[in-house]
């Protein structure tokens, strides 16, 4: 079964610092990392395109990673970063969609899980750049914490127009075992019907060098039977998830906590979703 990732990472030091990288913790993943590092595990795990996700609140890598989709045959999109409060948001946008590898700018994310207040995603300025980004025909990706899921959830039922993407399952706590309150609120979310969930991120939110597919479990049982297979999508978190797990580790726990689905239930999963959402060329046919 061909694999689309829809959740992955790339970063150069020498471009510009990620300074959330920090602390002994993540210093396994400070260093940089390139599309040729990834393309290997990518390809060896059967997957045949990739969407490529914002890493800083800095406008210049959007651009960039766009130049990376235009020179690849993995990359299939990219989730950009824009300020959402700029009043010129629209032609920013219209702007990205004109330079090399425009085509694969497929969504925006923000870094909302750093907001401190957590109804950020419902201010009057935050919600009219999101009126810009459904717009321009573009999804918006959720990197929240479960704190932050009600006011997602409030923002998905303002704007009925825009496809939101929760990233991670929304950071459950699985490393604490704890299922609420993230679950009620992640079936909140849910229950609006132009929202969808990524199979993602989980192996960080565990205990990083004890957990097993088990532990995962309640958690991804809970966001499929919340969303569905045909509003959930696999993605790797690569090379975050080198903190917890390898590509390889990564794809086979994905693969356990889905055996339990149909063939084509497992496909959407894997790759249909994401083809959907992402509006991504179908195989053998590139952009």
């Known amino acids: 079964m061909a694999i689309i ?28 990392f390139a599309l040729d590092d990834l393309a290997p595990e990518a390809r060896a795990a059967g997957v045949r395109a990739t969407v490529l996700v914002q890493t800083v609140t800095v406008a210049e890598e959007t651009p960039e990673f766009l ?5 690849s045959d993995l990359v299939a999109g990219v989730v950009g970063w824009s300020d959402l409060t700029a009043p010129g948001i629209a032609d920013t946008l ?18 909302v899980q750093g907001e401190p207040d957590p109804a950020w995603l419902l201010r009057p300025d935050v919600l009219r750049g999101l009126a810009a980004v459904a717009s321009a025909g573009l999804v918006y990706d959720l990197v929240v914490l479960p704190h932050q899921l009600p006011a997602a959830t409030e923002a998905a039922a303002r704007l009925p127009e825009l496809t939101f993407v929760l990233d991670h399952l929304g950071k459950p706590p699985i490393a604490s075992r704890e299922l609420e309150p993230w679950a009620s609120a992640v079936r909140a979310l849910a229950a609006r019907p132009n929202t969808v969930c990524k199979l993602s991120g989980m192996v960080t939110e565990a205990a990083w ?3 097993t597919t088990p532990d995962l479990a309640p958690y991804a049982d809970t966001v499929l039977d919340a969303f569905g297979p045909g509003r959930l999508m696999f993605g790797s ?15 086979a726990a ?15 999963v894997f ?3 994401a083809g959907r959402v992402y509006g991504l060329p179908p195989r053998g046919e590139s952009q």
């Open 5 to 32: 990732d829809a959740h992955h990472h790339v970063w150069d030091l020498s471009v510009r610092d990620q300074d959330w990288i920090t602390g002994p913790d993540l210093a396994p993943i400070r260093r940089s």
């Open 94 to 111: 219209a702007a990205l969609r004109e330079l090399p590898g425009g085509d694969r700018l497929v969504g925006i994310r923000h870094q």
């Open 209 to 211: 060098s004890t957990w």
């Open 67 to 71: 130049a990376i989709a235009d020179g």
């Open 271 to 273: 790759e249909t979703t």
């Open 237 to 251: 978190d690569w090379p975050v998830c080198r903190l917890a797990a390898s590509y390889a580790e990564v794809v």
């Open 254 to 268: 994905a693969r356990a906590l889905t055996h339990r689905l149909a063939e084509d239930e497992r496909r959407a």
